[in-house]
């Protein structure tokens, strides 16, 4: 069965950086699209990043341009998101979730459960 | 960007009875395949959120029938037939139609 399996959550102080990853299993990985999606404690959803099947295409919130990087390695079948210049605003949990389609935004069709980035000082 | 607008954001439901949220877009959904790129997906207390609906009224696999969206281009619904317990949460609207891919702000779902 399709699982992803988010890691590397933890608190850091502002400013610091990160790296998160997702090991995809159940599914051929480099088929897909893959997003990163955060939600703030007791908060909505709010998407973060979008990355097509192969890499060659990279899709950021207007807030995390810049600072936060997607990336994928299909021969690991792992998904990492390097987050820098961390802030405070950016405590979150952060999902790892599917695409539908390889190459294009649509629906996200499983999620992780999620690994939890505590920003303070 | 495309703002996404949920309504009501609290709705106390009585088992065996319909429920319907409501999800508006500030923009057009409606892609020139023809379909509206609209989901809806559930966040069950304590745990990941999960699809119920694509594409506007595609239920995703494992879905229960009582789930239905839809709607077309602006306003979309999603409806359940018949509230079991097991449906409380927080259910969100998502246009994937474009990046940045946007939500609604969610509706609570309880049983009164």
Same mark, same amino acid.
């Given at each position: *069965?399709?699982?992803?399996?988010?890691?590397?959550?933890?608190?850091?102080?502002?400013?610091?950086?990160?790296?998160?990853?997702?090991?995809?299993?159940?599914?051929?990985?480099?088929?897909?699209?893959?997003?990163? !999606?955060? *939600? =703030?404690?007791?908060? $909505?959803?709010?998407? !973060?990043?979008?990355?097509?099947?192969? $890499?060659?295409?990279?899709? &950021?919130?207007?807030?995390?341009?810049?600072?936060?990087?997607?990336?994928?390695?299909?021969?690991?079948?792992?998904?990492?998101? *390097?987050?820098?210049?961390?802030?405070?605003?950016?405590?979150?949990? &952060? &999902?790892? =979730?599917?695409?539908?389609?390889? =190459?294009?935004?649509?629906?996200?069709?499983?999620? $992780? *459960? $999620? =690994?939890? !980035?505590?920003?303070?000082? | 960007?495309? @703002?996404?607008?949920? %309504?009501?954001?609290?709705?106390?439901?009585?088992?065996?009875?319909?429920? #319907?949220?409501?999800?508006? #877009?500030? /923009? %057009?959904?409606?892609? %020139?395949?023809?379909?509206?790129?609209?989901?809806?997906?559930?966040?069950?207390?304590?745990? #990941?959120? /999960? @699809?119920?609906?694509?594409?506007?009224?595609?239920? +995703?696999?494992? @879905?229960?029938?009582?789930?239905?969206? %839809?709607? +077309?281009?602006?306003?979309?619904?999603?409806?359940? #037939?018949?509230?079991?317990?097991?449906?409380?949460?927080?259910?969100?609207?998502? /246009?994937?139609? /474009?990046?940045?891919?946007?939500?609604?702000?969610?509706?609570?779902?309880?049983?009164?």
């Amino acid at each position: *069965q399709v699982q992803l399996v988010e890691s590397g959550g933890t608190v850091v102080q502002p400013g610091t950086s990160l790296r998160l990853s997702c090991a995809a299993s159940g599914f051929s990985f480099s088929s897909y699209a893959m997003h990163w !999606v955060r *939600q =703030a404690p007791g908060k $909505g959803l709010e998407w !973060v990043a979008l990355i097509w099947y192969d $890499g060659s295409e990279e899709y &950021y919130a207007e807030s995390m341009k810049g600072r936060f990087t997607i990336s994928r390695d299909n021969s690991k079948n792992t998904l990492y998101l *390097q987050m820098n210049g961390l802030r405070a605003d950016d405590t979150a949990i &952060y &999902y790892c =979730a599917r695409g539908r389609r390889a =190459a294009r935004p649509s629906e996200l069709d499983y999620w $992780g *459960q $999620g =690994a939890l !980035v505590t920003v303070s000082s | 960007d495309i @703002v996404m607008t949920q %309504s009501p954001l609290s709705l106390p439901v009585t088992p065996g009875e319909p429920a #319907s949220i409501s999800c508006r #877009s500030s /923009q %057009s959904l409606l892609h %020139s395949d023809g379909h509206n790129y609209l989901d809806w997906y559930l966040q069950k207390p304590g745990q #990941s959120p /999960q @699809v119920l609906i694509y594409l506007g009224s595609y239920r +995703a696999s494992g @879905v229960p029938d009582r789930f239905s969206g %839809s709607g +077309a281009h602006t306003d979309f619904t999603l409806k359940i #037939s018949r509230v079991e317990a097991e449906d409380v949460g927080v259910y969100f609207c998502m /246009q994937s139609l /474009q990046t940045p891919l946007t939500f609604g702000q969610g509706t609570k779902v309880e049983i009164k």
